[in-house]
T-cell receptor, first 110, second 114 residues
Framework: GQSLEQPSEVTAVEGAIVQMNCTYQ??????LSWYQQHDGGAPTFLSY????GLEETGRFSSFLSRSDSYGYLLLQELQMKDSASYFC???????????FGKGTTLSVSS | DAGVTQSPTHLIKTRGQHVTLRCSPI?????VSWYQQVLGQGPQFIFQ???????GRGNFPDRFSARQFPNYSSELNVNALLLGDSALYLC?????????????FGQGTRLTVV
């Protein structure tokens, strides 16, 4: 089967840096995506890694290591509005669906 | 530009009833996927349609069915509702049919089965 593991909760303070990890077991792996979801809202795309290494988009960076079946999302200069759930997702073998982890809930305090 | 729109936003149904959820993708997007999200979990894949054909199906019972129309909008149908079907149903659209591109999600339909 396919599964992605994420820590359930992370807490941090404003201005800090936080790293949220994701380990995966999937067949036919294409790449790792990250989505943010605020309570009651739609998941929104943050980043996608098809190759090993770091992708940077503003305050967000995402890393992938295919050999370790591991990735992470790094958020810098945390803001209160970053409090949300963060999901890693991998495409299934047929490339038709995203398989999501259970998500990490990030709580940012002042 | 309008994003992905879903209707209705909230719905309350009784066990055993039938429900139809609707999704309009972003203009120009030909792929629509449906996901079920229960509280505290990540979205779980139900169906993907691309160019009006079913391209993928998740591990859901036959009570769940879907279709895509010529204008690329889509319906998700659930028959014989169970209490466990209570969830947020999300629709996602893409320009292409592959899952390694950005998916744009709608706000979802919150279904409560009583």
């Amino acid at each position: 089967g396919q599964s992605l593991e994420q820590p359930s909760e992370v807490t941090a303070v404003e201005g800090a840096i936080v790293q949220m990890n994701c380990t995966y077991q999937t067949s036919g792996f294409y790449g790792l995506s990250w989505y943010q979801q605020h309570d009651g809202g739609a998941p929104t795309f943050l980043s996608y890694n098809a190759l090993d290494g770091l992708e940077e988009t503003g305050r967000f960076s995402s890393f992938l290591s295919r050999s370790d079946s591991y990735g992470y999302l790094l958020l810098q200069e945390l803001q209160m509005k970053d409090s949300a759930s963060y999901f890693c997702a991998a495409s299934n073998q047929a490339g038709t669906a995203l398989i999501f982890g259970k998500g990490t809930t990030l709580s940012v305090s002042s | 530009d309008a994003g992905v729109t879903q209707s209705p936003t909230h719905l309350i149904k009784t066990r055993g009833q039938h429900v139809t959820l609707r999704c309009s993708p972003i203009s120009g997007h030909k792929s629509v996927s449906w996901y079920q999200q229960v509280l505290g979990q990540g979205p779980q894949f139900i169906f993907q349609y691309y160019e009006k054909e079913e391209r993928g199906r998740g591990n859901f019972p036959d009570r769940f069915s879907a279709r895509q129309f010529p204008n690329y909008s889509s319906e998700l149908n659930v028959n014989a509702l169970l209490l466990g079907d209570s969830a947020l149903y999300l629709c996602a659209s893409r320009f292409t049919g592959t899952a390694n591109t950005e998916a744009f999600f709608g706000q979802g339909t919150r279904l409560t089965v009583v």
